[in-house]
């Protein structure tokens, strides 16, 4: 079942699907279809996997990206609201390596709740920066 939860955890997240979209019928049936004794875990369970998964790679980018941070990188942001109007900031890194290969890596998303003025968004920007090692 694990591998399960992180495949279709892994397509949630790459296609940008809300996590309760595992608590449609039709997803269910889906899958059911495949094999009638799957049941569909809670979205809960694809939210801490995701979580993991998003730590796993942090883990990664940190090791990759740190060397290059002093010699060429950006960051872009972006915010928005789900469906339950929860607001997110997510960050995306822009580097280009010491051969000039472009690489951007999403690092998620953040919580980012009210106010959302230019102080308190770049102050998030800044603590997520911090938080993964990033600096200057």
């Not at 940008?16 to 019928?25: L, W």
């Not at 889906?30 to 995701?50: C, D, G, L, S």
Request: hydrophobic content about 45%.
């Amino acid at each position: 079942m694990q591998e399960l939860v992180w495949s279709i955890t892994r397509w949630i997240v790459i296609n940008k699907r809300p996590f309760n979209i595992v608590q449609s019928p039709e997803f269910a049936q889906m899958f059911q279809t495949a094999n009638p004794r799957i049941v569909m875990p809670e979205r809960k369970r694809f939210k801490r996997t995701a979580e993991k998964m998003l730590s796993a790679t942090m883990d990664n980018v940190r090791s990759y990206m740190l060397p290059l941070w002093s010699y060429c990188a950006a960051y872009t942001a972006d915010m928005w609201s789900a469906l339950d109007q929860t607001q997110y900031l997510g960050l995306q890194l822009h580097v280009y390596n010491k051969d000039w290969q472009y690489i951007c890596i999403s690092t998620g998303a953040l919580l980012l709740p009210p106010p959302h003025n230019a102080h308190r968004v770049a102050q998030a920007i800044d603590n997520a920066l911090l938080n993964m090692g990033f600096t200057g």
